[in-house]
Structure formats: structure tokens, C-alpha cells
Nanobody
Framework: QVQLVESGGGLVQAGGSLRLSCAVS????????MGWYRQAPGKQRELVAE???????YYANSAKGRFTISRDNAKNTVYLQMNSLKPEDTAVYTC?????????WGQGTQVTVSS
């Protein structure tokens, strides 16, 4: 069974940085897109960033200029570099992998930004 394994969450002060990683447990083909959603308590889930098979990217307005998504196809891994973090970035971040036939989800990782 294919799984997405996330790492890199934690507690950081405002202005700091974190890098999230999401690795697919075994090689799969036909990945259309990978990316990250986040959900804070009492708020709707938000698509933070996505990277397509052609390395085209999408960022939420809240992430533009501060977050960078990238992927290592050889490792089936996607990364989210988050800089200049703000308390409002506090949320559970969940990665996804869309193959067209299905969407796989990670277990979620907590990111907490203190002021």
C-alpha cells in the first residue's frame, strides 16, 4: 500500500523557517500534482501550494513570496520551504499526491508559529 510520509513540522518563532517533506513510500507513475493543504482550528482547509508534473506551481496568496514548493522526482518527494513564518501560518499541514486515478494523503504535520 502506497503511503505519504511527512516530516519537518514543529514549533518556530515568528520570522523563522521550516521545511516540510513528503515522500511517497514507493515509486509510482503518472503523478499529476503534489502539494500541501493546511487547516487551522475553526478555519476552512486551504490549498497552500501545489506543483504539477511540468513543475508548474500554484501558491495561495498567503504563501506567495514566503513559501517555495519543489519536488525531487527521483525520490518521489515534495518539499515546502516556509520562510518568514507568521503566527497565522499555524495549522496542520497535509500533503497530497494526485495521480489522476486517485489522491493520496499524508497523515498531517503540525506547524506552530509563536509570536
Amino acid at each position: 500500500q502506497v503511503q505519504l510520509v511527512e516530516s519537518g513540522g514543529g514549533l518556530v518563532q515568528a520570522g523563522g523557517s521550516l521545511r516540510l517533506s513528503c515522500a511517497v513510500s514507493r515509486r509510482i507513475f503518472n503523478i499529476n500534482a503534489m502539494g500541501w493543504y493546511r487547516q487551522a482550528p475553526g478555519k476552512q482547509r486551504e490549498l497552500v501550494a501545489e506543483i504539477g508534473s511540468g513543475d508548474n506551481t500554484y501558491y495561495a496568496n498567503s504563501a506567495k513570496g514566503r513559501f517555495t514548493i519543489s519536488r525531487d522526482n527521483a525520490k518521489n518527494t515534495v518539499y515546502l520551504q516556509m520562510n518568514s513564518l507568521k503566527p497565522e501560518d499555524t495549522a496542520v499541514y497535509t500533503c497530497f499526491c494526485n495521480t489522476g486515478a486517485t489522491t493520496l494523503w499524508g497523515q498531517g504535520t503540525q506547524v506552530t508559529v509563536s509570536s
